[in-house]
């Protein structure tokens, strides 16, 4: 007996490595664009829960300037919440603040989600 693949069954098993490949690409693009949004929208979560717990406290009580940073775990990952007080300083007075939240992924430079807004104090 001959040892060895005969050329149909090489260009076969080539057919099939030739179909799994594209599929495989698409997979892992759609399983990267799927995690991204999945972080994205916890990010968002977070940068709302920031904002409605600083819109229970005094406007005149929150600082004038500087940021603040915590870390939040959400999803088996940690990302790290940054609040810039006054961030533009002309939006800030006597009862109003300037914010900014940023969140980022615990280890990265860049934000996963950034949102600005200015309180006010309401009478």
Partial sequence: MRRGLTLVEVL?????LALIGPILAGFLGYLRVNTRTE???QAVTLAQERLEALRLVDVTSLPTSGCQEGTQVRGGRSYKVKTCYC???ALCGSGARHLRVEVYLVGEA????????VYTKLE
Avoid: D, K, M, N
Wanted: charged share 10%.
């Fill in 87 to 89: 961030f533009q300083a």
């Fill in 110 to 117: 860049t934000p996963l989600y950034a949102v600005e807004t």
């Fill in 39 to 41: 972080l994205r929208s």
């Fill in 12 to 16: 076969v098993a080539l057919a099939i």
